[in-house]
């Protein structure tokens, strides 16, 4: 199986903190998806951003951004000046070929006021 | 309705029954996909429908486990002689296009609790 690797399964910052969660993919796939969810305490899984694997532009939201790095197969996503409504599991997840989204194990956020 | 629909949101059954989980997708999405969530887990493939048809349904555990979608729109998820490993939430996606072009849209679960 091509697995999708977030190694932290658990991060603490106090609010305003900047914060990066890491996400390690494995792909056979010359073109594939990329993605992260948010996933609050209510439970819907909530789209932050997709990105194709011949697009490398690094990408910013607001206080979001996000890293993709094809050499070191990495897709980290940061979030500047962290606010407690941050507070969430969130998760890095792959597509490519026929089948669904394939999922990390998500690393839950704790933004402490 | 807006959103991705799912009902019931929860059922708790006995040990060997038989459950249905139904998936309301957004209208128009052709592609449709049932996922399943343990705790402390990220979401686990289990079918994909492209229209009507089952596209991939390399995810699903066992025999036991079956997915229709007649009309190309609501999906029903079927498990028979339920087991306590297969609480769960059942999470239900859709999405216009399918693959990994567009966004999955997913709705807010079935918490599925055997006992």
């Known amino acids: 199986a091509q697995k999708v690797t977030q190694a932290q399964t658990e991060i603490s910052v106090v609010e305003k903190e900047d914060v990066t969660l890491d996400c390690v993919y494995e792909?056979?796939?010359?073109?594939?998806?990329l993605f992260w969810y948010k996933q609050p305490p209510s439970g819907e899984l909530v789209f932050l951003i997709r990105?194709?694997?011949?697009?490398?532009q690094n990408e910013i939201s607001g206080r979001y951004s996000w890293n993709f790095q094809k050499s070191t197969s990495s897709f980290n996503f940061t979030i500047t000046a962290s606010q407690v409504v941050d507070s969430a599991v969130y998760f890095c997840?792959?597509?490519?070929?026929?089948?669904?989204?394939?999922f990390g194990k998500g690393t839950h956020l704790i933004i402490q006021p | 309705g807006a959103g991705v629909s799912q009902t019931p949101s929860n059922k708790v059954t006995e040990k060997g029954k038989y459950v249905e989980l139904r998936c309301d997708p957004i209208?128009?999405?052709?592609?449709l996909y049932w996922y399943r969530q343990s705790l402390g887990q990220g979401p686990e493939f289990l079918i994909y429908?492209?229209?009507?048809?089952?596209?991939?349904d390399s995810g699903l555990p066992n025999d036991r486990f079956f997915a229709v979608r007649p009309e190309g729109s609501v999906s029903t998820l079927k498990i028979q002689r339920t087991e306590r490993g297969d609480s769960a939430v059942y999470l239900c996606?859709?999405?216009?296009?399918?693959?990994?072009?567009?966004?999955?849209?997913f709705g807010q679960g079935t918490r599925l609790t055997v006992v």
């Open positions: 996606a859709s999405s216009p296009q399918g693959a990994g072009g567009t966004e999955a849209f």
């Open positions: 792909t056979r796939d010359t073109t594939y998806y």
């Open positions: 990105r194709n694997s011949f697009d490398e």
């Open positions: 997840a792959r597509h490519g070929g026929a089948d669904g989204l394939t």
């Open positions: 209208s128009g999405h052709t592609a």
């Open positions: 429908f492209q229209g009507t048809g089952a596209a991939d």
